[in-house]
């Protein structure tokens, strides 16, 4: 039998299979009557959308779905977001998706009652204080892949299509107010999906984990998160409806989220720009650059990596058996081991470490950024040189 939980911690979260069956009781639980139920295009056809909008409006809230958004949503998908939400006089939302869903859902619900663009509320220093605190709508956040751990976190992230930049946008009472997660939404998702989004939990924690700095807890979380990646992705590839490795999944990445407060690091760095010029799936292509990044920060990280091989079990703990469970586990799920796999050429090479050293990510990583060791990792992901 698959786990059931509630967990108060980072927030109230409900944990268990069948329990998207609580979605009506929970919004009336946060007086939201009238919710929005917001969810990029792929989803909004699928049964497991229709039968939550269904189960709303059966419990006789005024429920309405706004679908208007592709992976990796733009400012056009928020401003037609807000119209829907002011129009249908909405008074909460279901955060209802993969990291694009759930991150639209929440950006509207923050920027509801804001007067302000939402660029003012990027997340760079105190600029969150400028937001109106009281305007932020309630959140109630069901997810359907198992990566981003978006259902818990405080931001949003948006692409900027001015400059072809992902920004992220922040403010601590972001955070929704209550996540469903029921492993069997995630049932659904293709191969690929379930993979890329696996490999994004697993590189929130091992880049949370690598990060300097004294974060104990987030340490903690993130080498579990991992140990539950590492016994059950390649199971969620292949038995797609293996409820057990779904739950395990589900949970890392809300581990990921939590754990990455502490910082996380190069492969983020790389993969946002990647993503925002090409157009990739997120946790792909962070998954791409894992082991040139891990190679990239080894004399700093050798130690700590060696404390999680043996943490996770590996026969000889070391550096190199630890990026060998990567490399096996990319392998066993079809992700690209080189740059031109994923579909991205070597032409904006200089561009895309440009952007990757002014991502907010790359702070985190162990060893300092550089435009040349931006640059040395994207040409080792190119060419596939470890
Ligand atoms: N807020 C954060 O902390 C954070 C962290 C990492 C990434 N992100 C953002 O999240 C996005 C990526 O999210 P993602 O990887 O979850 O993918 P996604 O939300 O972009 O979805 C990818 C695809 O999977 C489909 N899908 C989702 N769930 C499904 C299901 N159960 N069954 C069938 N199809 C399903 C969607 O329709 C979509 O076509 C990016 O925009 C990224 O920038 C946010
Ligand atoms: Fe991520």
Redesign the pocket.
Known sequence: MSPTANWNYPTAIKFGVGRIRELAEVCRGQVILRPLLV?????AR?P?TIAALESLRAAGLGAELFADL????IEANLLAGLEAYRAGQHDGVVAF???????MG?LIAFMSGQSRPVWDFEDIGDWWTRADADGIAPVIAV???A????EV?R???L?DERTHT?R?IFHPKMMPKVVICDPA??????AK?TA??GM?AFA?CLEAYCAPGFHPMADGIAVEGMRLVAQSLVRAVRTPDDLDARANMMAAAAMG?TA?QKGLGGMHALS?PV?AVYDT???MTNATFMPYVLQFNRAAIDERITRLAAYLGLASPSFESFLGLVLQMREDIGVPHTLGELGVDDRQAALIAEMAIADPSAAGNPVPLDLKGAAQIFAAASQGRL
């Open positions: 969810t990029d295009s792929g989803l699928a497991i592709k992976p990796n949503p998706g993969g990291g694009s869903g759930l991150d929440k997810p359907t892949t990566g981003t751990g978006s976190g931001a949003g992230v692409t992902k992220i939404l995630t049932v659904g998702m293709p999906i890329g989004t994004d929130h989220a990455f946002h993503g799936h997120h946790g």
